[in-house]
């Protein structure tokens, strides 16, 4: 039931995108809060979250280190993309959480996020402080075990991109082009 | 043979950092395998992604059932699909059929090689050796170029359909 609920909010999230966004204020339920308050810990072991991350925008996504495709194809692509707009590139924060706390530790997240040759903010927290965050997005992640005693996790491979106040504004989606990508990006730092 | 083989494994490991930027072909009778390449790790990951394209030339039917390689524990034959903006990873336990006259792509947001438990993190700018196994064809060595986290080798991942269908 609860993961239902977690589909809905990304359904949501993709309804407000196509621009029926004036239709949520009706609907008590909807995301408007899509992002609200959270605290994680980042790998110097502040905490960073919604208060200390106001200020700049920033876009924000969710996955885990040992994932060899979607994070890293995706984290790759927002430096790709922050490089493209040049001086302007830095008017926004790329930061990753990590939904698998049991194996990224904030220090692995601070070596892995430097892998990509742009700053980008690696988070994850215990289980309470991540559940809000993943709450809070709409985020649905699933740890699933894999044959051999292994597991994997599946997740939302969306990008949310956040205003200066902490206020949802849209997704970059996995099979969106660079264009589209860069486009939103201006008008998140415009 | 088993001999043989290993010598060649600890020979190629010893000439990883010499080895080759660019990723090349490999042929071992009807299978040949085209850029095989590998994405750059950081410290402490245990895991890192193959890729490559594998093509059948013969009439028959061949699969891909895993491989070897001195640098992980393991090397596992994986899956990617989204679904309603939701990834899914999977391992392939049956392996990757790769039919008579096809080309199979592993690639970002599809299938790929899991180099599972590495030893140590994979560099930029070195090869991964790796005997890949098939149902048919046998063993074929490869090396897998590693790139660096924003090279995109070959394949603008994000501007394409990704789900295997
Ligand atoms: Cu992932």
């Given at each position: 039931?609860?993961?239902?609920?977690?589909?809905i909010?990304?359904g949501?999230?993709?309804?407000?995108l196509?621009?029926?966004?004036?239709?949520?204020?009706?609907?008590?339920?909807?995301?408007?809060?899509?992002?609200?308050?959270?605290?994680?810990?980042?790998?110097?072991?502040?905490?960073?979250?919604?208060?200390?991350?106001?200020?700049?925008?920033y876009?924000?996504?969710?996955?885990?280190?040992?994932?060899?495709d979607?994070?890293?194809?995706?984290?790759a692509?927002?430096?790709?993309?922050?490089?493209q707009?040049?001086p302007?590139?830095?008017?926004?924060?790329?930061?990753?959480?990590?939904?698998?706390?049991?194996?990224?530790?904030?220090?692995?997240?601070g070596?892995?996020?430097?892998?990509?040759?742009?700053?980008?903010?690696?988070?994850?927290?215990?289980?309470e402080?991540l559940?809000?965050?993943?709450?809070?997005?709409?985020?649905?992640?699933?740890r699933?075990?894999?044959?051999?005693?292994?597991?994997?996790?599946d997740?939302t491979?969306?990008v949310y991109?956040?205003?200066?106040?902490?206020?949802?504004?849209?997704?970059i989606?996995?099979?969106?082009?660079?264009?589209m990508?860069l486009?939103?990006?201006?008008?998140?730092i415009? | 043979?088993?001999?043989f083989?290993?010598a060649?494994?600890?020979?190629s490991?010893?000439?990883a950092?010499a080895a080759?930027?660019?990723?090349?072909?490999?042929?071992s009778?009807a299978?040949?395998?085209?850029?095989?390449w590998a994405?750059?790790?950081?410290?402490?990951?245990?895991?890192g992604?193959g890729?490559?394209?594998i093509?059948?030339?013969?009439?028959a039917?061949?699969?891909?059932?895993?491989?070897?390689?001195?640098?992980?524990?393991?090397?596992q034959i994986?899956?990617?699909?989204?679904?309603?903006?939701?990834?899914?990873?999977?391992?392939?336990?049956?392996?990757?059929p790769?039919?008579?006259?096809?080309?199979?792509e592993?690639?970002?947001?599809?299938?790929h090689?899991?180099?599972?438990?590495?030893k140590?993190?994979?560099?930029?700018?070195?090869?991964?050796?790796?005997?890949?196994q098939?149902?048919?064809?046998?063993?074929?060595?490869?090396?897998?170029?590693?790139?660096?986290?924003?090279?995109?080798?070959?394949?603008?991942?994000?501007?394409?359909?990704?789900?295997?269908?």
């Open positions: 039931m609860r993961r239902v609920d977690r589909r909010r990304v949501l999230a993709a309804l407000l196509a621009g029926l966004a004036a239709c949520s204020s009706s609907q008590p339920d909807a995301p408007t809060a899509f992002g609200g308050p959270f605290e994680l810990t980042a790998p110097d072991g502040h905490t960073v979250g919604s208060a200390s991350l106001k200020g700049k925008p876009a924000i996504f969710f996955g885990y280190t040992r994932c060899p979607v994070c890293p194809t995706t984290l692509r927002m430096a790709r993309l922050r490089k707009l040049g302007d590139g830095g008017k926004f924060a790329i930061v990753f959480v990590s939904v698998d706390p049991e194996h990224d530790k904030p220090e692995d997240l070596r892995y996020v430097a892998l990509f040759g742009t700053p980008v903010i690696g988070l994850t927290g215990d289980k402080h559940a809000q965050a993943v709450k809070n997005f709409g985020v649905f992640y699933q699933v075990p894999q044959p051999g005693g292994d597991y994997t996790i997740h491979a969306s991109l956040m205003d200066r106040d902490g206020t949802f504004v849209s997704t989606d996995h099979d969106e082009s660079d264009q990508a486009a939103k990006l201006k008008r998140l415009g | 043979m088993k001999a083989h290993h060649i494994v600890a020979s490991l010893s000439l950092i080759p930027l660019l990723a090349r072909d490999y042929v009778g299978i040949t395998v085209a850029h095989p994405r750059k790790t950081a410290q402490g990951q245990p895991t992604g890729f490559m394209v093509t059948n030339k013969g009439k039917d061949d699969r891909l059932i895993g491989g070897t390689t001195p640098i992980a524990a393991e090397v994986h899956t990617v699909s989204m679904d309603g903006g939701i990834m899914r990873m999977r391992r392939l336990v049956d392996g990757l790769i039919a008579a006259g096809a080309s199979v592993l690639r970002p947001g599809s299938y090689l899991m180099f599972i438990g590495l140590a993190p994979l560099q930029a700018g070195t090869t991964v050796p790796v005997t890949l098939f149902q048919r064809a046998g063993q074929v060595r490869v090396e897998f170029a590693v790139q660096s986290m924003t090279a995109n080798p070959g394949m603008p991942a994000m501007d394409r359909d990704h789900a295997p269908r």
